[in-house]
C-alpha cells in the first residue's frame, strides 16, 4: 500500500495547497479593502475546478486504505492465536554485576541453552542506521508558497482607473477650437462669433502577452501546483508591462516643469515644486480633473524624510507612512496632492498630471490555454489589449531632480 499512501498524500497536499492558495488572495484582497479583481477570480475558479477533481480520488483512496489495515489488523490478530512464544524472548540483556556475568559463561560452557542466547545477546555489536543510509525513503520536503517577488499593484493605472477598450478602430473626440464670448462694442451691434471644432484623437491599443510550454508531467507532478504558479507569473508581468508603458508613454508627452536642485532637499523646496507643477495643470486643464501625483520608490527616499508623519501641525502635508508603499494606493500628500509610487516611473521624475488629461483604455484577455497531445503538454498563455490615451499633453508635469 506504500504507493497508495503516498498518492494519496500527495493529493491531499495538494487540495491544501489549493486552499492556502486562495485563501492567500483573500487575503490581499481584504487586506487591501477591495473586492478579486478578475484575474483573481479567474485563479479562484481554476483551483476550484481542480479541488473538484482531487476530492473523489482522495476519498476512494482513504475508502481503500481502512479496507487494508483493518485486513492487516485482522490477520496480526489470527497471527497471534497461533503463534509461538519467540516473541517472549529478551531483546537485550543487562547483567546487574561482575558476578552474574561470570556465571552465565560458566553456565553456557555446560552447554545451558539460555546462558548461551544471553551472552549471545550482550555481545552482539548494534549496527547503528542514520538516514544516510535510506536515502530513498525519506520525501524532499518542499515548503511552500513559493518566494515570487513581483509587483502587480499598478499604481498608476489604479489612480486613474482603466476603461473597457471598444473593439475595432475608434477615436476620443476633442475640442479643438471652443465658441467665443466678447463685449458688444455698441447697442445693436453685431456680437463676437466663433464655431467650436471639435477633433478626434485616435486610439491604437497594444497587445501585450506572453506564453509558456508546460509539460504534462510538470502539470501533475509538482507540488504546489506549477500551472497555478505560472499563470498567476504571467498575469505579474504583464501588469509590470502595462504599467511601465503608461509611465513611459505620459513621461513622453509631459511638459518641463520645476527641477528640484543637486543633493538633500528641504521641504519647502519640495512643496514648491509640486505647487508650481499643480498650478500650471490646474491651468492648463481649467480646472477640470483630479490632480495627483506619481514618484518612482528612488524618489521617496527624498520625499518622505522632509514630510514626517509625527503629528504634523501647521505643515504642508500629512507625512507619509511607508507601510502604504507597495498597496497600489496614495502613500501621502503634499500640497494636498495625493503621491503615488510606481515602479513603472523613470527615476528622479516625478509626474503631476490631471485626471481629465489622460485616460486608460484596457480589454484583457486573460490566460488561455491549449493542449498539445503528440508531447503531452499544456501550451498557456497571458495576453491583452491596452492603450494609454494622452488627450493633452499640456496638463502632464514633469517635475526633475538633478542627479
Known amino acids: 500500500m506504500r504507493n497508495t499512501d503516498q498518492l494519496l498524500t500527495r493529493l491531499a497536499g495538494e487540495i491544501e495547497e489549493k486552499q492556502r492558495f486562495v485563501d492567500g488572495l483573500v487575503e490581499a484582497a481584504e487586506k487591501d479593502g477591495r473586492d478579486l479583481s478578475s484575474q483573481e477570480m479567474e485563479l479562484v475558479t481554476r483551483s476550484r475546478e481542480r479541488m473538484g477533481e482531487l476530492a473523489p480520488q482522495v476519498e476512494q483512496l482513504k475508502e481503500t486504505r481502512r479496507i487494508s489495515d483493518e485486513s492487516r489488523r485482522s490477520l496480526d ?140 508531467q510538470d502539470i501533475d507532478w509538482t507540488q504546489p501546483a506549477v500551472m497555478d504558479i505560472v499563470i498567476a507569473d504571467l498575469a505579474g508581468q504583464y501588469a509590470i508591462e502595462t504599467e511601465n508603458k503608461a509611465a513611459d508613454d505620459f513621461t513622453t508627452a509631459a511638459t518641463a516643469g520645476p527641477t528640484l536642485p543637486t543633493g538633500a532637499n528641504d521641504a519647502a ?53 511607508t ?31 490631471s485626471s481629465a488629461a489622460v485616460e486608460i483604455y484596457e480589454d484583457r484577455i486573460g490566460s488561455l490555454q491549449v493542449v498539445e497531445p503528440s508531447v503531452l503538454g499544456v501550451q498557456v498563455a497571458y495576453a491583452g489589449y491596452f492603450a494609454p490615451l494622452i488627450i493633452d499633453a499640456t496638463g502632464i508635469i514633469k517635475i526633475t531632480k538633478t542627479p
Open 269 to 321: 523646496t519640495v512643496a514648491a515644486a509640486f505647487w508650481a507643477a499643480a498650478a500650471t495643470v490646474l491651468g492648463n486643464m481649467k480646472g477640470a480633473g483630479r490632480v495627483f501625483a506619481v514618484a518612482p520608490p528612488q524618489m521617496m527616499g527624498l520625499i518622505g524624510p522632509v514630510f514626517p508623519g509625527v503629528n504634523p501641525t501647521n505643515a504642508q502635508s500629512l507625512g507619509f507612512d
Open 323 to 353: 507601510s502604504a508603499l507597495g498597496s497600489g494606493g496614495p502613500v501621502g500628500s503634499v500640497a494636498g496632492i495625493p503621491v503615488y509610487v510606481s515602479a513603472g516611473v523613470n527615476n528622479n521624475t516625478i509626474l503631476v498630471l
Open 77 to 216: 490478530e489470527v497471527a497471534r492465536m497461533f503463534g509461538d512464544r519467540e516473541g517472549d524472548k529478551p531483546r537485550e540483556v543487562q547483567y546487574r554485576s561482575a558476578g552474574a556475568y561470570v556465571m552465565d559463561r560458566w553456565r553456557a560452557g555446560l552447554g545451558q541453552r539460555e546462558a548461551v542466547e544471553r551472552l549471545d545477546l550482550f555481545h552482539r555489536a548494534a549496527a547503528h542506521q542514520t538516514t544516510t543510509d535510506n536515502p530513498g525513503l525519506l520525501p524532499e520536503q518542499i515548503l511552500g508558497p513559493v518566494v515570487n517577488f513581483i509587483d502587480q499593484a499598478r499604481p498608476l493605472i489604479t489612480a486613474l482607473g482603466p476603461r473597457q477598450l471598444p473593439s475595432g478602430s475608434w477615436s476620443r473626440p476633442h475640442v479643438t477650437q471652443h465658441t467665443q464670448v466678447g463685449p458688444q462694442s455698441g447697442e445693436k451691434t453685431e456680437l463676437v462669433s466663433r464655431k467650436m471644432i471639435i477633433g478626434k484623437i485616435p486610439v491604437a491599443a497594444t497587445t501585450l502577452g506572453g506564453y509558456v510550454n508546460v509539460s504534462r
